[in-house]
């Protein structure tokens, strides 16, 4: 683990509980997405501080309200919920990755997962919202289509992205190599 990605690990947790991001100050009408970028490589190292967080939020700020998502996870309980997934395994394996793409590009359009999302998260009652597992969700998902569709329907409760890849501000590059879209709207949890 390189000190700088180390150092700025060691930034979220403070970041997380700050009144300014929790009040989402300073955003000038902005929405509170945070996008906390990272090398593809670090994604096992996430993963296990993700679960560190998880333990030490509640530690740092006493009656915290927040939940963390797996977009994956969160994609498959979709599936599942709508009697899809046995039927998506089924037509990978008879005809592929290419139509299994293609058959879920209804069932998993971005306005309907922004939904089921905030029906899971229930932002209203959170303080904060985690989400993870955008790498393993791509191709299936956007991050940028879905950060879009959720724009209108998170309120004022900040929602932080995991994101293995590269922000900038300005766009999102997936893996640091697929460029996704320009998406402006967020800001960098951490430097």
């Known amino acids: 683990m390189s000190?700088?990605?180390?150092?700025?690990?060691?930034?979220?947790?403070?970041?997380?509980?700050?009144k300014e991001l929790l009040s989402n100050a300073g955003l000038g009408n902005e929405i509170g997405f945070y996008?906390?970028?990272y090398p593809p490589a670090n994604e096992l190292q996430v993963r296990a501080f993700i679960e560190t967080i998880e333990d030490q939020l509640p530690k740092r700020k006493s009656g915290?309200?927040?939940?963390?998502?797996?977009?994956?996870?969160l994609l498959i309980d979709y599936l599942q919920?709508?009697?899809?997934?046995?039927?998506?395994?089924?037509?990978?394996?008879?005809k592929g990755d290419a139509e299994l793409l293609k058959?879920?590009?209804?069932?998993?359009?971005?306005?309907?997962?922004?939904?089921?999302?905030?029906?899971?998260?229930?932002?209203?009652?959170q303080e904060l919202v985690l989400?993870?597992?955008?790498?393993?969700?791509?191709?299936?998902?956007r991050t940028h289509t879905l950060l879009n569709s959720l724009h209108p329907l998170m309120g004022d409760t900040p929602l932080v992205i995991f994101?293995?890849?590269?922000?900038?501000?300005?766009?999102?590059?997936?893996?640091?190599?697929m460029k996704?879209?320009?998406?402006?709207?967020a800001f960098r949890l951490v430097a």
Do not use: C
């Open 3 to 18: 000190t700088t990605f180390e150092s700025r690990l060691n930034k979220i947790i403070d970041r997380l509980v700050s």
């Open 35 to 37: 996008v906390f970028d």
């Open 64 to 73: 915290i309200r927040f939940r963390h998502i797996n977009l994956f996870q």
């Open 81 to 94: 919920e709508r009697r899809l997934l046995t039927r998506a395994f089924q037509l990978q394996r008879e």
């Open 103 to 125: 058959a879920l590009k209804g069932p998993l359009h971005e306005q309907k997962i922004a939904q089921y999302f905030v029906q899971v998260t229930q932002p209203e009652k």
């Open 131 to 141: 989400m993870s597992g955008v790498g393993s969700s791509w191709p299936m998902l």
């Open 163 to 177: 994101y293995p890849g590269e922000f900038d501000g300005q766009g999102l590059r997936l893996f640091g190599t």
């Open 180 to 185: 996704e879209s320009n998406y402006y709207r």
